[in-house]
Nanobody
């Protein structure tokens, strides 16, 4: 049974930073394709960032230059460093994961496993 668990959310003022972590476990495949998504109240879930097996990040436009994504050597923990946070970044942040042998770094992948989410609140 694959399990996905996020951590690291919280409340900060605009301009502050937060670091989100996501840990996946339970699969027999060697690695996990993982990505961060977010959902603000009344809005659809949207992609934020992912990373390919060879370490190439894929970060959406609103997060470029502010958010950095990385994955550990075992490809089972995904980290999102968020800097210069803005009130519009307020949302529930979710981690999606899928056991895999290779990750292309696509944000259109239908991830089969999701964590419970971690809340990020940015005040002005």
């Amino acid at each position: 049974q694959v399990q996905v668990a996020e951590s690291g959310g919280g409340s900060v003022q605009a301009g502050g930073s937060l670091r989100l972590s996501c840990a996946a476990s339970g699969a027999t495949a060697p690695i996990y394709c993982m990505a961060w998504f977010r959902q603000a109240p009344g809005k659809k879930r949207e992609p934020v960032a992912t990373i390919s097996s060879d370490g190439k990040p894929n970060v959406v436009a609103f997060a470029k230059d502010r958010f950095t994504i990385s994955q550990d050597a075992t490809k089972s923990t995904l980290t999102l460093q968020m800097n210069d946070l803005k009130p519009e970044d307020t949302a529930m942040y979710y981690c999606g994961a899928d056991p895999a042998y290779y990750c292309s770094g696509s944000l259109t992948l239908n991830f089969g496993y999701w964590g419970q989410g971690t809340q990020v609140t940015v005040s002005s």
